[in-house]
């Protein structure tokens, strides 16, 4: 399991404000891909063009559990359930005021509904792909190391590495 505290080193550090719980998923489909999305556009943050899991807020008197499972259906259109947790990284975003709790699960589909975004960060998500665990972790290495592409990389690219090295070990079996 994963425990990391992340510093953004790429904004100005002006103090936070508030704390947002994250619930990301490591999606499995029946041919054991993972999903990532692609995120691309412009706000404050400059330039957005990046690999990102998905996931989101918890909202108030949801567990993360409920939570992962609730943006799953939103952001991928499927109803799944969570085979393990991964691990626990806080991050932040200064340029936003934010800390970050996110937690990671893995989960497998059982069944494809319908994307129904719900939230204005959904609108920059470009695509939605299904690719082998290891391409994943290829797509972001080679993800830039600026600006938020490098605060998603570093949170993200741990928690990748660590679903691969459970599954190799037979920690865990996606089934």
């Given at each position: ?16 404000n508030h ?7 490591i999606l499995?489909?029946d ?8 995120i691309?556009?412009?706000?404050i ?12 807020g ?5 567990s ?16 799944s359930h969570?085979?393990a ?8 975003y200064?340029?936003i005021f934010?800390k ?6 893995i989960?497998?589909i ?9 939230s ?21 290495e ?10 998603v990389?570093?949170r993200?690219?741990p ?17």
């Open positions: 399991m994963i425990n990391l505290y992340l510093n953004d080193d790429q904004y100005p550090n002006n103090g936070i704390i947002r719980k994250v619930a990301r998923g499995f489909n041919k054991n891909e993972i999903c990532i999305l692609k691309y556009g412009e706000d943050f400059g330039i957005r063009d990046y690999y990102e899991t998905p996931g989101g918890v909202d108030d008197n949801e993360f559990e409920e939570a992962v499972l609730r943006e799953l259906d939103e952001e991928v259109g499927v109803k969570i085979i947790f991964v691990g626990e990284i806080e991050d932040y200064n340029l934010r970050n709790i996110n937690r990671y699960f989960c497998k059982d069944e494809i509904t319908r994307i129904h975004h719900v204005e960060g959904d609108s920059m998500i470009k695509d939605l792909l299904f690719v082998p665990l290891e391409e994943a972790i290829s797509l972001y080679k993800m830039s190391d600026y600006g938020v592409s490098k605060l990389k570093q993200e690219l928690i990748l590495k660590e679903v691969k090295r459970m599954i190799d070990k037979k920690i865990m079996q996606i089934s």
